[in-house]
């Protein structure tokens, strides 16, 4: 047997929540944003990394930072914001990030939903390069019901077909309930997220079976060969296909964005964020099951464990939540050095 070599300890260090958000907001501003974007991006890439989602925390950095070099995207765009009916909300980002595109156009849905009992918000023209549980997760706070839907660039093999097309195309819900944190989940409809794949290749990790397909369009785990020329595939065949293809018709097709295959960053070296569309849809359970709502789903929940089921989804977030908060948030030391050169 050969020798392994040794695993080399990474020296870490902590970072409290809101210190991170104001040395990303640096980060941001530096390099071409406005600081009324800079902030929101900072919240949600330092949430993301608070709750433990990594490969969409930090790790994005570097990402943001080539794309608004490569002039990809508008890091100071202001969105505008459109009145469209009594339940519709629309927005053009003007080629800026959809989360600032969402806070222009929040309380004007939570009104909205609030008022009618269903709202839907449908953003186009954005740019979406996070995690999309914490743009549902704070309508779940208010105790409404929330889904949104993003597509993404093209780096999935719809089921049956022999070349990428879709997006990985997450979709996500938040709902509230009586005695917890909200019931929250966001997953791709690809095999596996395309940061976590890039994080797998940068630590030398394989892919389990079923998850994508080298440049030749044969199976693989190795997650360097689905980034040079190969593809993701859709979780549960033709079920996950089916799902991309309903959020490239509501991100995209709905809301006037992009569909993952219809924009080309070949001219803008370093371009990382797909630009797209995004759809939410916010409701008001008040309309239809009263105050009893939260209740319900409580009960639901305490059913689920009662089945034997130890964690639901959102648990192991908000577990790392709570420590983040109490202990700091753990970073490389490294990388914390990093952000800091690049916030100047």
């Known amino acids: 047997m050969s020798a392994q070599s040794p695993t080399v300890a990474t020296a870490s260090t902590s970072i409290p929540f809101t210190e991170l958000v104001t040395l990303l907001q640096q980060v941001f501003v530096r390099h071409g944003t406005s600081p009324e974007v800079a902030l929101v991006l900072a919240h949600n890439c330092a949430s993301a990394e608070r709750d433990g989602a990594h490969s969409h925390g930090v790790f994005r950095i570097p990402g ?12 100071k765009a202001v969105p505008v914001v459109e009145d469209i009916a009594s339940g519709f909300v629309r927005v053009d980002a003007n080629n800026g990030f959809a989360q600032p595109a969402l806070a222009a ?17 449908a953003i186009r023209n954005s740019h979406h390069f996070a995690a999309l549980w914490p743009d549902v997760e704070p309508f779940a706070e208010e105790g409404l019901v929330a889904l949104s ?30 005695d917890g944190p909200p019931i929250v989940f966001d997953l791709a409809t690809s095999a596996i997220a395309h940061g ?26 190795d997650p360097k060969a689905i980034l040079e020329g190969g593809a993701l595939l859709p979780f549960g065949g033709h079920k996950g296909s089916a799902l991309s293809m309903m959020v490239e018709l509501l991100a995209a097709a709905l809301t006037g964005g992009n569909f993952s295959f219809e924009f080309d960053w070949s001219n803008h070296p370093g371009a990382r964020t797909p630009w797209t569309g995004q759809l939410l849809i916010v409701i008001d359970p008040a309309k239809t099951a009263g105050q009893g709502f939260a209740e319900r789903s409580q009960e639901l929940v305490r059913q689920m464990h009662a089945a034997g089921l130890r964690r639901l989804p959102g648990d192991r977030r908000h577990r790392t939540r709570t420590k983040s ?16 050169e690049l916030a100047g």
């Not at 156009?105 to 918000?121: D, P, Q, T, W, Y």
């Not at 660039?153 to 070349?163: F, K, L």
């Not at 996500?172 to 009586?178: H, I, L, N």
């Not at 109490?326 to 030391?333: A, H, R, W, Y």
């Open 325 to 340: 908060l109490q202990e700091g948030i753990m970073l490389e030391v490294e990388v914390l050095q990093q952000l800091r």
């Open 64 to 75: 943001y930072v080539s794309t608004l070099g490569s002039g990809w995207v508008s890091g």
């Open 105 to 121: 156009a929040r309380s004007l849905l939570v009104e909205k939903a609030r008022n009618a009992g269903i709202a839907l918000l």
């Open 196 to 221: 976590d794949v890039q994080i797998a290749a940068r630590k030398g990790e394989r892919l389990p079976l079923g998850t994508g397909v080298d440049s030749l369009g044969q199976p693989t785990q």
């Open 149 to 178: 839907v993003v597509n993404s660039m093209t780096c999935v093999v719809p089921h049956g077909a022999d070349r990428p097309l879709f997006g990985t195309n997450p979709i996500a819900f938040a709902a509230p309930r009586a």
